[in-house]
């Protein structure tokens, strides 16, 4: 039984490559319906399919947008992040302990193992008191 092929995602035709819609969204961080309004109102060159959408995009028409996003992502400020001091990390430290002094519990197998050990504890302690 044979695979079947996986769809091309770039074409090289006219002496122009053509990115398939995924392909192009992802290079140019633009969703597929914005990439499919700016080729219907005439930014993009583009090869539709038979309803009249827009299904392949010029490679040399996305490089710019490639472009701009890449430049968006490098300018974009880091976000800040606000290091805990020692005096706090001990505090949570110290709260750590309370918090798991129920034990853990691992579901309804768990409470039924300990149920069972604690009733073998109390039988074996009435019988060593005979």
Same mark, same amino acid.
């Given at each position: 039984?044979? @695979?079947?092929?996986?769809?091309?995602? =770039? @074409?090289? %035709?006219?002496?122009? $490559?053509?990115?398939?819609?995924?392909?192009?969204? *992802?290079? /140019? +961080?633009?969703?597929?319906?914005?990439? !499919?309004?700016?080729?219907?109102? +005439? %930014?993009? @060159?583009? &090869?539709?399919?038979?309803?009249?959408?827009?299904?392949?995009?010029?490679?040399?028409?996305?490089?710019?947008? @490639? &472009?701009?996003?890449? &430049? /968006?992502?490098?300018?974009?400020?880091?976000?800040?992040?606000?290091?805990?001091?020692?005096? &706090?990390?001990?505090?949570?430290? !110290?709260?750590?302990?309370?918090?798991? *002094?129920?034990?853990?519990?691992?579901?309804? =197998?768990? !409470? $039924?193992? %300990?149920?069972?050990?604690?009733?073998?504890? $109390?039988?074996? !302690?009435?019988?060593?008191?005979?």
């Amino acid at each position: 039984m044979a @695979r079947a092929a996986k769809p091309k995602l =770039v @074409r090289f %035709e006219d002496g122009i $490559h053509w990115l398939v819609a995924k392909l192009a969204a *992802q290079k /140019s +961080g633009l969703t597929r319906p914005e990439l !499919a309004r700016r080729a219907l109102a +005439g %930014e993009l @060159r583009y &090869q539709a399919d038979k309803y009249g959408m827009p299904i392949w995009y010029a490679e040399p028409d996305i490089d710019p947008l @490639r &472009q701009i996003n890449l &430049q /968006s992502t490098l300018t974009k400020p880091k976000p800040k992040t606000n290091p805990k001091t020692l005096a &706090q990390l001990e505090r949570e430290w !110290a709260k750590a302990p309370k918090l798991n *002094q129920g034990g853990y519990r691992l579901g309804p =197998v768990s !409470a $039924h193992l %300990e149920t069972i050990m604690l009733s073998d504890i $109390h039988k074996k !302690a009435e019988s060593d008191k005979d």
